[in-house]
């Protein structure tokens, strides 16, 4: 279906050139679907819109089959009549990807039109039709809507709807779901699905969700820093990865541990793409690497099972499983005291302005959480369900409307202003953007420092030492003092916001889906971190999160919210095992979980290719 | 939409209720005897008192301004200080110069302008972008003034040295009988504004497009199919539209009050040349009037730009 050889994409910039996509070679079968992974950065998405002519300023060379025709020497008009018609994408974010000033129904019909003679009425029926198909209610009268008048996974819905209604024979879905509640999720994937197999029509996903891919995915290729590390089919990449980046990708996924455990966090950060590295681009974090690794390009292997692995290693790698630390116990203790307990909260905000009907707008519903020393405390939910917003009450930032939340026993609504500013030392709060959160201007020394300042609990060079301190506890290098956030990777990043959060020993952190925004091998790192942390230092945790495997591995109690109340709180594996609410059950069955590696198997080395990797 | 509407017009009319009381007061603490500067110097001090009762110059100062705001709403701005004609028809004779200058400049800076700030955005850094970029610079820095001189300079003079009339030195013709005398007339003064203003509308245009060009639904227009025209105009002009209207409102207002200096270069009798003439006559009703004129235009674009945005992003309707 379609077929790319030797592709390499590099993009000119500023800072030098970015080699996005190294000599990657594949072939997509039709009527499949076809999962690429890899973490951020590592090329997918460069890859993909190289292919469709979609970066006009990237170099690309090699070759891309279609339909019996080389996409890249195409001459741009017959590449355009093939964008759409014989060829749809989805994109990443559909809150972006949509042009927010045309309506809905106008953005599809325009893909007809741009490419069939028919008449506005004939399009707006067949628009009509796709948007009914993909799930919208009452297409026809929505059809005039604009796109800031549709949820996030309604837009995801029209985003497939434009790809779809052409009928091109195949898809590229680049991240079709990941900017989605895992609810909204399912329903995509399913939707994908089904068309999917009513249109015979050939899929390329693009995820780094590798529990979805284990899932769908027919065959699937692994990619990082550019290259093509592993390619095979589904069943055999994910029951026993050849490649040791494969399988550290599923060393750190959480859902593949039992609740507790340690993960096996790959170390380490992607590299830059600016130089290309003489020898295998994962050697310096490979727990395999031999010392040739880094010095030559390894050439491909070829197995028995039809997986080709881009390695020095000529047998595919044990299951990391086999080494797992042994599991610690959990941190809760049911007689340790009452750190936080939240009785009965609510919340609402006024809606409605000045000449308009004044109305209440109600956020909490009547919340009731008990925090005991130590224990993690997992609360899930979807996007919108008050989440964050619970968070800013417990952390004092908002007034509950009624109820009372008590710290240490101590009512915070009656805090005078001394007792205020020591409970603002007592509770931390952990943010899910690490990139928005910490000031660039500042110097990381100063932003970790910050509390010590603020509550004027040392200064000078006795702050400084505290400083390095914490970031030594949070595996941060103390030379970085003085260096500036954007310096710093995204799980870099997080670990200061964890340091700033540790600096006055509070009794209780609150991380707001504190490793969302980070790829599984970081955020296997991150939540290690946290565990480690908090056993050494007998931390209490309030977890927030919408990734149910994240949950599941860190906490001790998990509470799933819907619309502003607790449906259903109890122990971490009761929640998994035996869900009591049927909201619970619907969050369940929505999260796809990768199957448990089952050891190598068989497989035999048959072939090696060496020179250029094919 | 209407209450919208009815707020904005409301709002517009205090503001120029501030702004006459503002000019009207700065004129009353202003040096210098209305009634000589009617009257002339060899008025006798008898005469003076007679013009000062006949413009209500002696009543206390708070019966005045109530006098002068209650006949501004009627449309009566008073008489000038120098021919005693009402105010409000001198303007009115001015205005036609005005407008057409501003009129054909729009559409002129609009159809360079516009369309070099896409082709410089479209190639960031290549050859044409170079030459746009070029054109920014120029045209940014060269003085309006300059360039009025220069082009008399080349297309008026030069030509009657050769014994021609390529183009007139000046002057303004009315649109009717003869549209063709009119617009050749126009020409010059024209291009002159025309030239300078296209050079911001040609950066603000590049800097948007650069902007947009680069939006996630740029690239899903491209990868439905539709051609590179349709991606330019349809998706990504569509998306620079907003900030180009309220940078034109702006200007469409500020040049509506007087374009001094092109008026003054190409002899037009526009409201620019009316308030010269009222600066160096001291004549105080017809500076008032023009203020006022120019705050007029000036909220008067503000709701239009207003209402356009209301149609333009259909997120705020
Ligand atoms: N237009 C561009 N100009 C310059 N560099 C780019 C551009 N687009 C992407 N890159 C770079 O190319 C590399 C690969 O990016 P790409 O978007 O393909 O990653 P990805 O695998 O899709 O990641 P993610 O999972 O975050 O979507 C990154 O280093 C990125 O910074
Ligand atoms: S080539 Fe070496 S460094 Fe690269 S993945 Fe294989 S063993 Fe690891
Ligand atoms: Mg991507």
């Known amino acids: 279906m379609l077929e790319a050889r030797h592709l390499s994409v590099s993009i000119p910039t500023e800072d030098g050139t970015i080699h996005a996509v190294q000599d990657v070679s594949f072939s997509v079968e039709a009527g499949g679907l076809f999962g690429i992974a890899g973490e951020s950065g590592s090329g997918k998405s460069v890859m993909m819109q190289a292919i469709l002519g979609l970066l006009p300023f990237a170099d690309v060379t090699g070759e891309v089959i279609f339909e019996g025709r080389n996409l890249l020497t195409l001459p741009p008009r017959q590449l355009q009549k093939l964008r759409g018609a014989r060829i749809g994408m989805i994109f990443q974010d559909p809150l972006s990807s949509l042009h927010p000033y045309y309506s809905i129904g106008a953005q599809i019909t325009e893909a007809i039109h741009a490419h069939e003679k028919v008449s506005p009425q004939a399009a707006r029926a067949r628009a009509v039709d796709m948007l009914t198909k ?28 434009m790809a779809l209604v052409l009928n091109p024979p195949l898809i590229i879905a680049d991240e079709p779901t990941t900017a989605l509640d895992v609810t909204v999720q399912a329903q995509i994937v399913a939707l994908l699905d089904q068309m999917r197999k009513e249109l015979g029509t050939t899929v390329v996903m693009i995820t780094h969700d590798l529990g979805l891919l284990s899932n769908v995915a ?174 800013r009450v417990i952390a004092g930032l908002i007034p509950a409307t009624s109820g009372s939340v008590l710290l240490d026993g101590k009512d915070m609504a009656t805090l005078d202003h001394a007792g205020w500013k020591e409970m603002r030392k007592r509770v931390q709060l952990v943010f899910q953007d690490p990139f928005g959160s910490l000031n660039p201007r500042r110097r990381v020394g100063a932003i970790i420092g910050d509390p010590f300042r603020l509550h004027q609990v040392a200064s000078g060079a006795d702050r400084k030492w505290r400083v390095q301190d914490l970031m030594e506890t949070v595996g941060l290098n103390p030379e970085h003092y003085n260096r500036f956030p954007s310096e710093f990777s995204g799980g870099q990043r997080q670990r200061i916001g964890i340091a700033r959060a540790l600096a006055l020993n509070p009794a209780l952190i609150i991380f707001d889906e504190p490793v969302s925004a980070l790829d599984v091998s970081i955020q296997a790192q991150v939540l290690n971190l946290m565990r480690s942390l908090q056993q050494e230092l007998g931390l209490t945790y309030l977890f927030i999160s919408h990734d149910l495997a994240v949950v599941r591995q860190v906490c001790d109690r998990i509470a799933v919210m819907n619309k502003g109340k607790i449906v259903e709180l109890a122990e971490a594996e009761a929640i998994y095992t035996d869900p009591q609410n049927d909201y619970t059950r619907t969050l369940l069955a929505a999260s796809v979980v990768p199957p448990p590696q089952k050891g190598r198997g068989t497989r035999q080395l048959v072939e090696t290719i060496w020179g250029a990797p094919a | 939409m209407i209450r919208f509407l009815a707020g904005r017009v409301a709002f517009a009319a205090l503001i120029l209720l501030v702004l006459s009381t503002f000019v009207f007061f700065l004129f009353f603490v202003a040096p210098g005897d209305p009634a000589r500067m009617v009257a002339g110097d060899k008025a006798t001090e008898a005469q003076l008192i007679q013009i000062r009762a006949n413009l209500g110059l002696d009543r206390p100062i708070h019966e005045q301004y109530i006098n002068f705001i209650g006949k501004a709403v009627r449309g009566d701005l008073g008489f000038s200080y120098r021919n005693q004609q009402p105010v409000i028809s001198l303007i009115a004779n001015r205005l036609p110069a005005t407008l057409s200058l501003v009129a054909g400049g729009v559409i002129l800076w609009l159809a360079v302008g516009i369309p070099i ?140 009050g007087g374009a001094i200096v092109i008026e003054q270069v190409y002899g037009l009798q526009g409201v620019g040349a009316l308030a010269v003439q009222a600066v160096n006559n001291q004549d105080r009703p017809i500076i008032i009037g023009v203020v006022l004129l120019g705050g007029f235009f000036i909220v008067l674009s503000n709701i239009i730009v207003d209402i356009l945005y209301v149609l333009l992003d259909p997120r705020v309707r």
Request: aromatic share 10%.
């Open chain 1, 134 to 161: 993909v799930g919208i209610g009452n297409a026809a009268e929505r059809f005039d809507s604009f796109p800031h008048q549709y949820s996030g996974g309604m837009r995801q819905r029209v985003m497939i709807a």
């Open chain 1, 218 to 391: 027919d065959q699937v290729m692994v990619m990082y820093a550019g290259n093509r590390m592993e390619f095979g089919s589904s069943a055999a990449v994910f029951h026993a990865p050849s490649h040791p980046y494969t399988a550290g990708l599923l060393a750190s996924s959480p859902s593949n541990y039992a609740a507790g455990e340690e993960l096996v966090a790959i170390p380490g950060r992607p590299p830059s793409l600016l130089h290309m590295p003489a020898g295998c681009a994962f050697a310096v974090r490979c727990a395999y690497a031999m010392p040739k690794c880094a010095t030559q390009r390894p050439p491909l292997r070829r197995f028995s099972d039809g997986v080709e692995s881009l390695c020095w290693l000529e047998a595919p790698v044990e299951p990391i499983h086999a080494e797992r630390a042994a599991v610690s116990g959990r941190n809760a203790d049911a007689t340790a005291p009452v750190v936080l307990k939240v009785d009965n909260v609510e919340l609402s905000f006024a809606t409605g302005g000045f000449f308009s009907k004044a109305g209440k707008y109600e956020v909490l519903k009547g919340i009731d959480i008990e925090l005991r020393r130590g224990e993690t405390l997992g609360l899930v939910g979807e996007s919108g369900c008050g989440k964050s917003t619970l968070a």
């Open chain 2, 117 to 256: 700030g896409i082709m410089s955005a479209r190639h960031p850094g290549g050859f044409r972008d170079r030459l746009g970029q070029g054109f920014i610079l120029i045209g940014l820095s060269f003085p309006t003034f300059v360039l009025g001189m220069m082009s008399l300079y080349v297309f008026y003079f030069l030509p009657r040295q050769a014994g021609f009339t390529l183009f007139p030195a000046g002057g303004f013709k009315a649109f009717w009988p003869n549209p063709a005398i009119w617009a050749w007339h126009m020409a010059l003064p024209w291009a002159t504004l025309a030239l300078t203003t296209a050079a911001v509308y040609a950066r603000l245009t590049r800097g948007q497009m650069l902007e947009v060009m680069g939006e996630d639904y740029i690239r899903t227009a491209r990868a439905k199919g539709l051609s590179e025209t349709k991606v330019v105009f349809k998706h990504g002009l569509r998306a620079t539209l907003t900030p180009l209207v309220t940078q034109l409102g702006a200007d469409i207002a500020l040049l509506l």
